[in-house]
């Protein structure tokens, strides 16, 4: 009789406990774009390979991607469709990370967001090398792969849908197009 009354013990307590867990409330935290290093950003190219992909680089601060940001989200939902994959990386530093929240919830991207942390100067050059020799991390940035997942160009600086839209359209047609390179 004891084992069965220390058995119906542990079972509530255990319940109880999951039941917690499920109930307790989310922290922003968990909401936040996930770090990305030159590994992580690797695996974000590998795991969208087979459709063509634009990877657009953006700051709370940068006044050209706080114009850009809202074009790009029509532009995913406009194109996603026809098969383009966007993914956006924030170059916000921690200290940032109200204004990030408060930036994502305004503008309710349709694709994922992920962060890479500029703290280190050493890490982020090794960062922004491996997505593009020579590229010093100036935003806005955008970058199109291919269906191979190769690099087929890229923007720096702000542009406009025009812009983006012809580019766009030579990533999605057969082959993936060659995207026209822009400084």
């Known amino acids: 009789m004891r084992v069965r009354t220390a058995i119906g013990w542990v079972l509530l307590i255990a319940a109880g406990t999951a039941f917690a867990a499920l109930a307790a409330p989310q922290t922003k935290e968990d909401h936040d774009p996930k770090i990305t290093d030159v590994q992580g950003f690797q695996r974000i190219l590998q795991e969208h390979k087979g459709r063509p992909l634009l990877v657009t680089f ?16 029509e532009l995913a939902k406009q194109y996603e469709p026809k098969g383009l ?14 204004l990030v929240r408060r930036f994502l919830a305004r503008y309710k991207p349709i694709f994922p967001n992920y962060r890479n942390r500029p703290a280190e100067q050493a890490e982020f050059r090794a960062f922004t090398q491996s997505v593009m020799t020579g590229w010093n991390g100036t935003l806005p940035a955008s970058f199109f792969y291919d269906r191979d997942g190769r690099q087929v160009g890229h923007f720096i ?3 406009t849908r025009e812009q983006y839209e ?9 082959g993936g197009g060659t995207v026209s390179q822009s400084k």
């Open 157 to 159: 600086g702000e542009k």
């Open 58 to 73: 953006w700051a709370t601060y940068c006044e050209p991607c706080r114009d850009e940001y809202p074009m790009l989200n």
């Open 166 to 174: 012809e580019a766009i359209r030579g990533l999605l047609a057969a």
């Open 85 to 98: 994959q966007v993914v956006g990386v924030s170059l916000d530093d921690d200290g940032d990370m109200i």
